[in-house]
């Protein structure tokens, strides 16, 4: 019976660590690592709280916030401008990247008035966009399509031009319509290159919401962290970049990782980070 005992604890543990990677208990170790070094670091540094919170009081203003239902709604906020700010721009950058790369007429013409607006920072904009339509959700989705735009666009380009005239030829020749060898030849051979695209345009569309939301947004991630640095609630500030940050890796999980496998699984065109580990 003790034998029993013994496999049956052995196999628990064995399924508890099936549960959670080696990665992930690494990231655990990690966290847990900071935690401790943030907590020890605090009677060294000896400031007040309002200049540097301790991990308690940072946790206790976030689950004030859940509480309260603040955290929720500014998080369900944030999320739902992120995406359809990057809806729109990716579908805008594929579609003129797709124009401009098949099109050397389009190229011509697009190419100078792109190259100018891509130099003035969406940074630049939101002051004037603000002045034309006022705080609110216009202002945030017309800045996030503009910051994920350019690079989707110039990654589109550059497949679309990489693929090899050879295989367009070939398909010309079995009676491919431009549709087909768009659908057929055009998108698998330059997935690759809009998918960097897209993972440049998915970063920097974050970094400009929350910037976004601390100048024309009400609510928000970003608007939590604008709000706690105005008002001296140092430690709602910190709540929001922790928040941040989770947002991040969790847009990552739903965002870029099924990218990644669609692109490895469907064309093999690509090759995840933690395959080459």
């Known amino acids: 019976m003790k034998t029993a005992a013994i496999n049956d604890r052995n196999s628990g543990i064995a399924s508890l660590r099936s549960l959670v990677s080696p990665r992930a208990w690494k990231g655990v170790l990690g966290l847990l690592g900071i935690l401790a070094l943030w907590q020890t670091s605090i009677p060294l540094i000896g400031v007040s709280e309002y200049f ?24 369900g906020d944030s999320l739902g401008r992120y995406l359809a700010g990057v809806s729109i721009g990716v579908t805008l950058g594929i579609l003129f990247g797709l ?32 002045l034309w339509w006022g705080y609110g959700l216009k202002v945030i989705l017309v800045a996030l399509s503009y910051i994920v735009f350019f690079p989707v666009l110039y990654n589109t380009i550059l497949g679309v031009r990489s693929v090899p005239q050879v295989l367009i030829n070939a398909a010309y020749s079995l009676g491919a319509t431009r549709l087909q060898l768009i659908q057929e030849v055009i998108l698998p051979a330059a997935l690759p290159s809009i998918f960097t695209g897209l993972r440049l345009g998915a970063g920097f569309a974050f970094r400009g919401l929350i910037f976004s939301e601390m100048i024309a947004a009400k609510s928000g991630v970003g608007y ?41 699984d469907r064309w093999g065109l690509a090759t995840r980070a933690e395959d080459r580990e």
């Open 52 to 75: 540097y919170p301790s991990p308690a009081a940072v946790a206790r203003a976030a689950i004030h916030l859940v509480k309260t239902g603040i955290l929720p709604a500014y998080i």
């Open 99 to 130: 124009l401009i790369g098949f099109s050397a007429g389009a190229s011509r013409m697009l190419s100078p008035i792109i190259n100018f607006f891509f130099a003035i920072v969406e940074v630049a904009w939101i002051p004037l966009f603000v």
């Open 224 to 264: 939590l962290i604008f709000e706690g640095a105005s008002n001296q609630q140092t430690d709602r500030t910190i709540v929001g970049m922790i928040v941040m940050g989770l947002l991040w890796l969790f847009i990552e999980r739903i965002y870029i990782r099924p990218l990644e496998a669609l692109t490895v």
